[in-house]
């Protein structure tokens, strides 16, 4: 059945796909290898992402801009589902709902990303993992979209695991990849693990940049995966 939400291609070339809460652009560099024209939104400034960027409001950018686009792709932050939340008694926004009334006002394909804590904010998501490609993490997302998206079958959880902070051995080849004062070298295997070569730190570097990147970032294969899907169905309408 065909979707009821084109992808518009008026201007010909790549389809184009709005990036919001881009962090880096882990999420964002998937979408440009399944062939996207990738511009990314932070509320804070990305020197290293790696495509056109714009540090905005998400929703203020995707309320003005939305119509420039074809699809978009949404990571609002995490921490307002976090049960860690009980503990530490900070508040952080809860932006699942509005992003999607937001994205729901433009009327394009989307993806809201979010960790599994927040499950319940979400519309039947579909779970990703590292092991569905070959990645040495597992680090389960769930994706909402408003149009279907199938996911690879889920590997089991059998090989062993480093605690977060440590490097991976031969004993122990997944990473745990979350927050801390982690040394160069774990942040340079984090990105490795994630296959994220541009935010590694570069030999005279220093220790904090990155930290944040890679610890927050979703593996590009996963919106590779979502992204191939996206242009295989924009073929497909596009040809009807
Ligand atoms: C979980 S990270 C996104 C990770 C990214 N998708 C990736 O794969 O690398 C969430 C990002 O949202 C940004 N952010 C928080 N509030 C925002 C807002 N109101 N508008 C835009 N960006 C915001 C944060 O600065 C952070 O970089």
């Known amino acids: 059945m065909p979707h ?3 992808i518009r291609r008026e201007r010909g070339g790549r389809p184009r796909l709005l990036d ?4 880096a652009g882990g999420a964002g560099m998937g979408y440009h ?25 998400a929703i203020d950018y995707l309320s003005a801009h939305g119509h420039e686009y074809d699809a978009v792709h949404a990571s609002p932050p995490c921490q307002h589902y976090s049960p860690l939340n009980a503990y530490n008694h900070k508040t952080y926004p809860d932006l699942i709902a509005p992003v999607r009334d ?5 009327g394009l394909p989307y993806v809201i990303e979010n960790v599994e804590t927040a499950a319940s904010e979400l519309r039947d998501p579909a779970l990703l993992c590292g092991p569905m490609f070959d990645l040495k993490v597992y680090r389960h997302r769930l994706f909402e979209t408003n149009w279907p998206l ?4 889920h590997p089991a959880h059998t090989a062993a695991c480093t605690r977060n902070g440590y490097l991976p051995t031969q004993a122990k ?12 070298a774990w942040q340079n295997a984090a990105s490795d693990a994630l296959q994220m070569p541009w935010i590694k730190v570069p030999p005279s570097g220093d220790i ?12 590009p294969a996963y919106t590779h995966w979502i992204g191939t899907q996206l242009q295989a169905r924009t073929s497909l309408e596009v040809a009807a």
Do not use: K, W
């Open 33 to 57: 290898q399944a062939g996207f024209d990738v511009t990314g939104v932070d509320i804070n400034p990305q020197p290293n992402y790696p495509f056109t960027h714009h540090v905005a409001d």
């Open 208 to 219: 904090p940049r990155g930290i944040r990147e890679v610890c927050e970032a979703i593996p």
């Open 150 to 153: 199938t996911t690879p079958p």
């Open 20 to 23: 919001l809460f881009s962090c």
């Open 102 to 106: 937001a994205l729901q006002t433009v």
């Open 4 to 6: 009821p939400i084109p």
């Open 173 to 184: 080849p997944f990473m745990t990849i979350t927050g801390g004062r982690h040394s160069r």
